[in-house]
T-cell receptor, first 116, second 112 residues
Framework: ETGVTQTPRHLVMGMTNKKSLKCEQH?????MYWYKQSAKKPLELMFVYNFKEQTENNSVPSRFSPECPNSSHLFLHLHTLQPEDSALYLCASSQDVSRLSTDTQYFGPGTRLTVL | DAKTTQPNSMESNEEEPVHLPCNHS???????IHWYRQLPSQGPEYVIH???SNVNNRMASLAIAEDRKSSTLILHRATLRDAAVYYC?????????????FGQGTILTVHP
């Protein structure tokens, strides 16, 4: 138990569906992250939020839309996805991105997404 | 970001020490060396980090070469629970925030 929870753990959706992934952290952190882990590829950073403000968008397609209503919650809204978007989506949190290289990230267990 | 090179896989026996190497010949003076690991069906978890000196914590030890161009993560007594993918990552505190850039990592197999 890392203090970061993600729901749902598994999701199957069609290409025309709209769904959302939820992440919640109970660590009092101010920074939250979305990562994508595809089969046989390294984890890729998608988005970074610090104090509810988006500070990084790593050239992610607009069919992925993040939302951070407060420092404890992070959502990833999905619409018109492609089969190649099937992957494990991981959420992480850390104290504050400005604490730089000593800042430890805590990861949730991920949501396994399958796009049909 | 400076790049790291790790072996694709390593094997160990239970209760034996494991030395996981990482090469980072282009490391800069502002790069911290971080290690994370990812157990099966879980997200990555922090293991240890260091800058210049060797570091110890309850999970592992980190030995950093004097020229900082390589480092070694040491698991003193491997257990079956240590079977995971181990990632060596450089984080630059000279930039506005130190992103985690994951490579392929080393798959560690621990035999009973």
């Amino acid at each position: 138990e890392t203090g970061v929870t993600q729901t749902p753990r598994h999701l199957v959706m069609g290409m025309t569906n709209k769904k959302s992934l939820k992440c919640e952290q109970h660590l009092g952190h101010n920074a939250m992250y979305w990562y994508k882990q595809s089969a046989k590829k390294p984890l890729e950073l998608m988005f970074v939020y610090n104090f509810k403000e988006q500070t990084e968008n790593n050239s992610v397609p607009s069919r992925f839309s993040p939302e951070c209503p407060n420092s404890s919650h992070l959502f990833l809204h999905l619409h018109t996805l492609q089969p190649e978007d099937s992957a494990l989506y991981l959420c992480a949190s850390s104290q504050d991105v400005s604490r730089l290289s000593t800042d430890t990230q805590y990861f949730g267990p991920g949501t396994r997404l399958t796009v049909l | 970001d400076a790049k790291t090179t790790q072996p694709n896989s390593m094997e160990s026996n239970e209760e034996e020490p494991v030395h996981l190497p990482c090469n980072h010949s282009t490391i800069s003076g502002t790069d911290y060396i971080h290690w994370y690991r990812q157990l099966p069906s879980q997200g990555p978890e922090y293991v240890i980090h260091g800058l210049t000196s060797n570091v110890n914590n309850r999970m592992a030890s980190l030995a950093i070469a004097e020229d900082r161009k390589s480092s070694t993560l040491i698991l003193h007594r491997a257990t079956l629970r240590d079977a995971a993918v181990y990632y060596c990552i450089l984080r630059d505190f000279g930039t506005s925030y130190g992103k985690l850039t994951f490579g392929q990592g080393t798959i560690l197999t621990v035999h009973p």
